[in-house]
């Protein structure tokens, strides 16, 4: 029989605890830790597995093969720092890191230990968005030449470390590169505050590929109202999907085609290829690169809304 993978999950909050429930589920959570000591022995006792308020500590410990990063945005660098320099494959949640160049160095880590570093980019893992990609590639409707997503939902508080634009549109700046498989060349955006002093709320955010492609995404914590919706306009018909019903439509001018396929949750597809890839030792779908690129175009979009000029890119 083969060998049962061992996993720690770091940071076991509002996200984290599913982390926890999906890696209980596939029969390879090992542990886990927060800093927070009740919260960590409550989840303890809940999947009877052994509790660490410190990733050092956990990491010494145990014997694992790989930890997930389920910590404030802020803390991603110094966790997965640890996690890597202990020679063990990580998955950091999205954003990659809270800045390009903690990114930059994450890779260099990730290198030296000859591990793997993914992030949670979840929606290539959404049934509807593997539906799309597969459209697209296949030219079904032609090319893809305008994208539009909308990302809307009412503030939970829960994230204080920072804006809407690392924290969510990020989501749909990954979505975009890798719907069109290219890199932005210039990215323009406009970002406020009504919620907060301190971070952006509200953002809009346009990204230029080649040949005048182009991605809108629209991002806010007002609406009360939650919103998670993609449309892609292609040269022979519109394909627009929803991410939270995971509903798919193509529309080619002749007739509406809505395919029906089985709810499936998008963390146990995108927990079960990271633990695939460890098996195999093939790079997981979403690398440090697209992890890195995702942080520079978000770090663009927040200078472009504070100049109000386009930023160009080469990446
Ligand atoms: N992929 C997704 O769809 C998705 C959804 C929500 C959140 N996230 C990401 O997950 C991460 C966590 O978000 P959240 O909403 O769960 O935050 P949260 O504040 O609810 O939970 C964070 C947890 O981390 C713990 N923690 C903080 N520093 C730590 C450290 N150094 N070591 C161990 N534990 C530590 C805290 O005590 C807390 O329990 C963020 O990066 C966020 O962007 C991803």
Known sequence: MAKQLKVGVVGTGGWGKNHLRVFSELGTLACLCDVDPERAAAWSQKYGCKAYTDVEEMLSSEELDAVTVCTPTVTHFEVASKVLKG???????????????EGRKLIELAKDAGKFL???????????????????????????????????????????????????????????????????????????????????????????????????????????????????????????????????????????????????????????????SIKSGKQPLVTPKDGLNNTIIAEAALASSKSGDPIYLNL
Do not use: Y
């Open 87 to 101: 020679g063990v494959h990580a998955f950091v949640e999205k954003p990659l890191t809270a800045s390009s160049a």
């Open 118 to 276: 993914t992030v949670g980019f979840i929606e290539r893992f959404n049934p509807a968005m593997v539906d799309a990609k597969a459209a697209i590639n296949s030219s079904t409707l032609g090319e893809p030449l305008l994208l539009e997503f909308h990302r809307e939902n009412k503030w939970e508080g829960r994230i204080t470390d920072v804006g809407i634009i690392p924290d969510t549109s990020v989501h749909d700046i990954d979505s975009a590169r890798w719907l069109l498989d290219e890199e932005p060349n210039v990215v323009f955006a406009r970002a406020g505050n009504v919620l907060s002093e301190r971070r952006e709320d509200f953002a809009v955010i346009t990204l230029g590929f080649e040949k005048q492609k182009s991605a809108f995404i629209m991002s806010n914590w007002v609406t009360p109202k939650r919103l998670r919706q993609l449309s892609v306009v292609c040269t022979k018909g519109v394909i627009t999907l929803d991410f939270i019903t995971q509903e798919i439509r193509f529309d080619n001018g002749s007739g509406t085609q809505i395919p029906r396929r089985q709810f499936m949750e998008p963390l146990m597809e995108e927990m079960k290829a990271f633990l695939e």
